[in-house]
């Protein structure tokens, strides 16, 4: 059987880093593993008692026995993995030797996930573990093929730093990805636009909430060939002032600089507050270095006082009604018969919302109700 020559091998390499930086390309990186040991199989697994520790990157994946083994086969995976845990990282194992080969190709995984795929002899290591989860390499043989001998243990031996590397930079980025992601979904859930953007006003990203306000042509703030606007020209040079002042305060933290300003709509309406500040860097987030984070709110008045002011101000839903009801013009005594009771507990509701309100004038519920608005999105 012709030996992979150099060439093959750092090909495979290649394949392999390419992997690790995109998850995407683990399924090539597998393909190539069996193209370099002659195999009819090869994966990269990750098996631990949690489902989320549970993945595979597999050469020419079977999508019926893919789902098979995480649904119905899992607890015989459980128990052929319980075997390998003790395995020492790195150290090149055949499967015939750890479980026999007459008792592997006895068990249900065998009979039904690995004789289905032509895995008739497999070599494989552990790559990496965090606690009871793991990560290992595997690649089978078919059975007209030759088993692997001592200078494919020897090759697998040397390409092992290469594939914990794999294994470890895949393992971060997956992270990194998931709290991407989650941080993500956070900010589109907010009840405002937040948007990314470097000195010269380009956008390098912006959530949902912004996306809304940029696409809106009646917006105060919109986009032009990737850069943000404004509609009015004197707000136009304020912006670009505000993001001046917010790139140099990160500079000097000292400085005062002016963070915040309205935005008006070229018919005085759809007006926008914006507030500015630098963006946080981090070794994490070097993407944002340099950059300023904008803040932008519709100003509009409040909707479903109801729900705000039980939310906001943790009022009981009689509280928030009466406090909605005071806010929309209402009178206590007419908010009272609205509610269909007295006086004096209308008065006593009121008390309890001056209280947590941290208001003491009517007055100034009204004034804090009507501006108040929940800071997610709804659904």
Same mark, same amino acid.
């Given at each position: 059987?012709?030996?992979?020559?150099?060439?093959?091998?750092?090909?495979?390499?290649?394949?392999?880093?390419?992997?690790?930086?995109?998850?995407?390309?683990?399924?090539?990186?597998?393909?190539?593993?069996?193209?370099?040991?002659?195999?009819?199989?090869?994966c990269f697994a990750g098996f631990g008692p949690s489902p989320e520790d549970w993945a595979s990157y597999a050469s020419n994946p079977d999508p019926a026995l893919q789902e098979r083994?995480?649904?119905?086969?899992?607890?015989?995976?459980?128990?052929?993995?319980?075997?390998?845990?003790?395995?020492?990282?790195?150290?090149?194992?055949?499967?015939?030797?750890?479980?026999?080969?007459?008792?592997?190709?006895?068990?249900?995984?065998w009979q039904e996930w690995m004789r289905p795929q032509d895995m008739y002899g497999g070599m494989a290591c552990r790559l990496a573990k965090n606690g009871q989860a793991f990560w290992?390499?595997?690649?089978?043989?078919?059975?007209?093929?030759?088993?692997?001998?001592?200078?494919?243990?020897?090759?697998?031996?040397?390409?092992?730093?290469?594939?914990?590397?794999?294994?470890?930079?895949r393992r971060h980025i997956g992270r990194v990805t998931i709290q991407r992601d989650e941080a993500r979904g956070a900010l589109d859930r907010i009840a405002m636009g937040i948007a990314?953007?470097?000195?010269?006003?380009?956008? #390098?990203? &912006?959530?949902?909430?912004? =996306?809304?306000?940029? *696409?809106?042509?009646?917006? !105060?703030?919109? /986009?032009?060939? %990737?850069?943000?606007?404004?509609?009015?020209?004197?707000?136009?040079?304020?912006?670009?002032?505000?993001?001046?002042?917010?790139?140099?305060?990160?500079?000097?933290?000292?400085?005062?600089?002016?963070?915040?300003?309205?935005?008006?709509?070229?018919?005085?309406?759809?007006?926008?507050?914006?507030?500015?500040?630098?963006?946080?860097?981090?070794?994490?987030?070097?993407?944002?270095?340099?950059?300023?984070?904008?803040?932008?709110?519709?100003?509009?008045?409040?909707?479903?006082?109801? #729900?705000? &002011?039980?939310?906001?101000? =943790?009022?009981?839903? *009689?509280?928030?009604?009466? !406090?909605?009801? /005071?806010?929309? %013009?209402?009178?206590?005594?007419?908010?009272?018969?609205?509610?269909?009771?007295?006086?004096?507990?209308?008065?006593?509701?009121?008390?309890?919302?001056?209280?947590?309100?941290?208001?003491?004038?009517?007055?100034?519920?009204?004034?804090?109700?009507?501006?108040?608005?929940?800071?997610?999105?709804?659904?």
């Amino acid at each position: 059987m012709p030996r992979p020559d150099v060439d093959a091998v750092m090909s495979a390499i290649d394949r392999l880093l390419a992997g690790a930086m995109d998850e995407e390309q683990m399924q090539t990186a597998a393909e190539t593993m069996r193209q370099l040991f002659n195999g009819s199989k090869a994966c990269f697994a990750g098996f631990g008692p949690s489902p989320e520790d549970w993945a595979s990157y597999a050469s020419n994946p079977d999508p019926a026995l893919q789902e098979r083994c995480f649904g119905e086969f899992a607890p015989d995976f459980v128990e052929v993995g319980d075997a390998l845990r003790d395995i020492p990282l790195g150290v090149v194992y055949h499967d015939h030797d750890v479980f026999g080969a007459e008792a592997l190709r006895s068990t249900r995984v065998w009979q039904e996930w690995m004789r289905p795929q032509d895995m008739y002899g497999g070599m494989a290591c552990r790559l990496a573990k965090n606690g009871q989860a793991f990560w290992f390499f595997d690649v089978q043989r078919g059975r007209e093929q030759e088993g692997f001998d001592a200078e494919d243990v020897a090759l697998l031996e040397k390409l092992y730093p290469v594939l914990r590397r794999v294994i470890e930079l895949r393992r971060h980025i997956g992270r990194v990805t998931i709290q991407r992601d989650e941080a993500r979904g956070a900010l589109d859930r907010i009840a405002m636009g937040i948007a990314i953007l470097d000195q010269d006003m380009r956008i #390098a990203y &912006a959530n949902e909430g912004a =996306d809304e306000i940029l *696409a809106d042509p009646d917006s !105060a703030i919109g /986009l032009r060939q %990737g850069r943000l606007f404004a509609r009015q020209p004197a707000d136009q040079r304020q912006l670009k002032q505000l993001v001046e002042n917010t790139l140099r305060s990160a500079q000097d933290p000292l400085a005062h600089h002016q963070a915040s300003m309205i935005l008006r709509g070229e018919d005085g309406s759809h007006s926008l507050s914006a507030c500015a500040m630098p963006a946080p860097s981090s070794a994490a987030q070097a993407h944002t270095a340099g950059k300023v984070l904008i803040a932008l709110r519709r100003l509009e008045t409040a909707t479903n006082l109801v #729900a705000c &002011a039980r939310q906001l101000f =943790d009022l009981t839903d *009689a509280e928030a009604k009466f !406090a909605s009801a /005071l806010a929309s %013009g209402s009178s206590v005594t007419d908010a009272a018969e609205a509610q269909g009771v007295r006086i004096s507990t209308a008065r006593t509701h009121l008390a309890r919302i001056f209280q947590k309100t941290n208001t003491r004038q009517q007055s100034q519920l009204v004034s804090l109700l009507r501006n108040a608005a929940l800071p997610l999105r709804p659904r």
